[in-house]
């Protein structure tokens, strides 16, 4: 089982033609992916081939080559000639709210966007129109969603792990890509990278909320950070909503008083936001939390063990 992301999904590409859209369309096909087009008024009508090789779990069932992928002039065009059912944008920040309205206008169920620097504005205006017509989005400022051995939408590595038990929702792209790594040996569900932006689509909650539904996932790993108090939010969620174990980590028990890390949302005010606070807050819920990545993979393991 899986959340959001599954081998069925049908994903058409906001700027594939681009530097980094290209460049990630092709890892993505590698993971196996079922890339059916790209979106650009410029090239449409042509389509762009891949060289692909294969990575990731089921890597041996799938055969090497050239994949070549159509560009349309617009989503709505690529989703009536192909049945696209998720859209990863691939722009530049300034072109972001267009690429996302533009998706959600074409009725695309899930759009994940990965482009950094959005200003707040804008996401906060394409995130309220997306709630208004029920499309769902994750990011800005994200490294993506993947379903290992099914689907990888963005820009995370595939062959960090395979498919099991725990589901992981982060706000930090490089902490995504650690705690896989670190459990490796159990495997994951579906892994959400969320984005540290101080709008974002996806919370920790509705993640929260679908693998708690979900019959295979055993386990929920949620990573936070500094600033704001989504942790907060979500520990109260869990305290009412959520029986299967969580295991916490918040990133920036070091961070020096007065300093602010990279992710816009990662602002601490007053005592407000603070490592410690999120920690008190999630282990009041019985959400066990570690201090280190390791020591969380390590409480994990522990919990999966005992069960």
Known sequence: MSIFLNRDSKVIVQGMTGSEGSKHTGRMLGAGTTIVGGVNPRKAGTAVDFSVVPTGPGAEDRTA????VPVYGSVAEAKEATGANVSVIFVPPRFTKDAVIEAVDAGIPLVVIITEGVPVKDSAEFFTYAESKGVRLI?????????????????TPPDITGPGRIGLVSKS?????QMM?????IGFSTAIGIGGDPV????????LREFEADPETDL?????EIGGDAEERAAAFIKDNVTKPVVGYVAGFTAPEGKTMGHAGAIVSGSSGTAAAKKEALE?????????PTETANLAREILASR
């Open 173 to 177: 792209g490089t902490l995504t890509y």
């Open 220 to 224: 929920i790993v949620m990573i936070g």
């Open 181 to 185: 790594y670190e459990l490796s040996d």
């Open 139 to 155: 990011g800005p400022n994200c490294p993506g969603i993947i379903t290992p051995g099914q689907s990888n939408v963005g820009i």
């Open 65 to 68: 080559g050239t994949v070549s």
């Open 284 to 292: 009041a819920v019985g959400v066990k939390v570690g201090k280190t």
């Open 200 to 207: 974002i689509g996806t919370t920790h909650i509705d993640a």
